[in-house]
């Protein structure tokens, strides 16, 4: 049974079926997605004739960016753009078109989404590749989705100042309707079913960021939502937020180790318990050949291994992380009641 999304609303419906178990599949051609998914910006009464000014044109960059990472982390279990192909970052190139004589601009994502699940087709069955990409349709073209980033972005930044011109502007953001709360449930239920999913919407927010600063120059429309130019300005102005210091000494999985880097190697690690992801450096100035070569034992051998790591964390999420040993790890002995011996019994 084919089943047609032709609207974002059809969209939230088909998600909604899919994470209560309502709807299955058996392929994900089953699916089929209209031409609503596109991310738009809108300047009322600006003329560009076709063309873009290099500020505003960063905003498509760092989504162009964003796109790449989201395929590369799929792909190859790693946010990383410099991973892809010249032929993958061809197949993921945003086209973006500028209407003549206005400001009216769009990116077609249809293709852009299918070529990211591409990665993914053979580590997932037909109803979770759906799950995600109905999820990554919705999260970077979806006007709900934009007006939920728009709230969470000002009750952060509202939290983050007392600046009576700042709260001003950021009051000028649309009041987030009872419905957008709802959807962004639905979204949260995907995320917590497909984990993958939380590190993909943290691309399309951070693209998101970018659009709507690059359009600041003046009031505009970005995926169908008003931002006007001064809140623009409040949403994307630098936070005081910065990355924490934190240990994350735990039990490993190597998933992968890259030798390419300068100064030593970097791995992709996942906890054996929580199964968190990241990676992490492996520094020659600051670990011994012993410590590389239990790494690279655990990684041949398909094996955990112990762990002492120095992480920044940012919002739960590590962004730089450095080994500073490496044990090899021993499973814990079971503990069994001795068996009575025949001696007991007489």
């Excluded at 290099?54 to 760092?62: E, K, L, P, T």
């Excluded at 993909?200 to 659009?211: I, T, V, Y």
């Excluded at 998933?255 to 929580?274: A, I, L, Q, Y």
Aim: aromatic share 4%.
């Amino acid at each position: 049974m084919t089943i047609q999304i032709r609207s974002e609303d059809d969209a939230w419906e088909v998600l909604n079926g899919l994470v209560e178990g309502q709807i299955k599949i058996d392929s994900i051609d089953e699916i089929e997605l209209g031409d609503w998914i596109k991310s738009t910006l809108y300047i009322p009464e600006q003329r560009y004739d076709s063309a873009l000014n290099a500020y505003m044109m960063r905003g498509w960059i760092d989504a162009q960016a964003a796109i790449y990472r989201s395929y590369a982390l799929v792909k190859h279990g790693e946010a990383n753009g410099r991973l892809l192909t010249d032929a993958e970052k061809e197949d993921l190139e945003l086209i973006i078109k500028v209407k003549s004589g206005s400001s009216d601009q769009e990116a077609q994502l249809m293709d852009v989404i299918k070529e990211v699940l591409i990665g993914a087709v053979d580590k997932m069955d037909p109803t979770t590749l759906a799950i995600v990409i109905v999820s990554l349709a919705l999260i970077w073209a979806g006007q709900s989705t934009m007006r939920n980033w728009l709230n969470n972005r000002k009750e952060e930044r509202l939290a983050e100042s007392n600046n009576k011109t700042l709260i001003k502007a950021l009051e000028t953001i649309q009041t987030v309707a009872a419905g957008d709360k709802d959807k962004q449930a639905v979204i949260q239920k995907a995320i917590e079913q497909q984990p993958v999913l939380q590190a993909l919407k943290a691309e399309a927010d951070d693209a998101k960021q970018s659009l709507v600063r690059h359009a600041s120059q003046t009031d505009a429309v970005v995926n169908g939502v008003s931002v006007p130019a001064g809140a623009a300005a409040a949403l994307t102005r630098s936070s005081r937020t910065s990355s924490e210091e934190a240990r994350k000494d735990g039990v490993y999985y190597i998933r992968k180790v890259d030798t390419t880097v300068p100064d030593g190697f970097r791995v992709h690690v996942e906890e054996m318990n929580t199964v968190e992801s990241f990676q992490a450096s492996v520094q020659e100035v600051m670990s011994s050949l012993e410590d590389r070569q239990i790494i690279q034992d655990a990684e041949w051998n398909k094996v955990p291994v112990s762990l002492q790591i120095n992480a920044k964390v940012k919002k739960g999420q590590v962004l730089e992380a450095i080994i500073l040993r490496a044990d090899r790890y021993e499973q814990p002995e079971t503990i069994t009641k001795p068996r009575d011996s025949d001696a007991d019994k007489h």
